[in-house]
């Protein structure tokens, strides 16, 4: 993925996150992805599938195309 990219959308997962009042653990948890993943996730660290982008988007309650509308 684009590093540009991949820190846009690891920005917005951290936002989105702190908006609906989820710690890290609470995303883990609502999304099935491990808490020391969500932290990679948000510091663009790892890359994502499009299967962890479908949980998180999940978790928040939100669309795929939702959540990518950024």
Same mark, same amino acid.
């Given at each position: 993925?684009? +590093?540009?990219? &991949?820190? %846009? *959308?690891?920005?917005?997962?951290?936002?989105?996150? +702190?908006?609906?009042?989820?710690?890290? @653990? @609470? &995303?883990?948890?609502?999304?099935? $992805?491990?808490?020391?993943? $969500?932290?990679? $996730?948000?510091?663009?660290?790892? @890359? *994502?599938?499009?299967? +962890? &982008?479908? +949980?998180?988007?999940?978790?928040?309650?939100?669309? &795929?195309?939702?959540? *990518? %509308?950024?």
């Amino acid at each position: 993925m684009d +590093k540009v990219l &991949l820190q %846009n *959308l690891s920005r917005r997962i951290k936002e989105l996150r +702190k908006q609906k009042g989820f710690s890290q @653990d @609470d &995303l883990s948890f609502h999304s099935n $992805i491990a808490r020391s993943t $969500i932290g990679n $996730i948000e510091t663009a660290k790892n @890359d *994502l599938t499009f299967t +962890k &982008l479908y +949980k998180i988007s999940q978790a928040f309650e939100m669309s &795929l195309s939702e959540f *990518l %509308n950024f």
